[in-house]
């Protein structure tokens, strides 16, 4: 039994050691979430994300919800190697940072 544990250790021990970096969601991650949020939409609700996909004159992702999902970091990085324009306008924008015991939402988004 003792070698068990040890052995258990040992082999977790050596792949948390290993384990590759966290990209946190990525791009699959917001489109799993997408596909997720999809089956509970209602039909109106659909039909209004539809219209506002179909009119998106991007093309900074395919324009379908799961794509779509994608495209607050996309439009984010687009321009990272350049100006930074948009980068530095909408990088807060992607999360909140907010304490549990004393929310502060106006604060935490930025008013």
């Known amino acids: 039994m003792m070698i068990r544990t040890t052995l258990f250790a040992v082999v977790l021990g050596s792949s948390l050691c290993t384990s590759g970096s966290a990209f946190a969601w990525g791009d699959e991650g917001h489109e799993i979430v997408a596909l997720i ?9 659909r039909q209004k994300a539809e219209a506002m996909i179909a009119a998106d004159p991007t093309t900074f992702t395919e324009h379908e919800l799961a794509a779509e999902a994608t495209w607050a970091d996309r439009f984010r990085d687009s321009d990272r190697s350049g100006t930074k324009e948009h980068y530095n306008k ?3 924008w992607h999360y ?14 930025l008013g």
């Open 37 to 45: 949020a999809d089956h509970y939409l209602t039909d109106v609700a």
């Open 96 to 109: 909140v940072d907010t304490e549990l015991d004393a929310a502060d939402l106006d604060a935490a988004c």
């Open 90 to 92: 909408t990088h807060q």
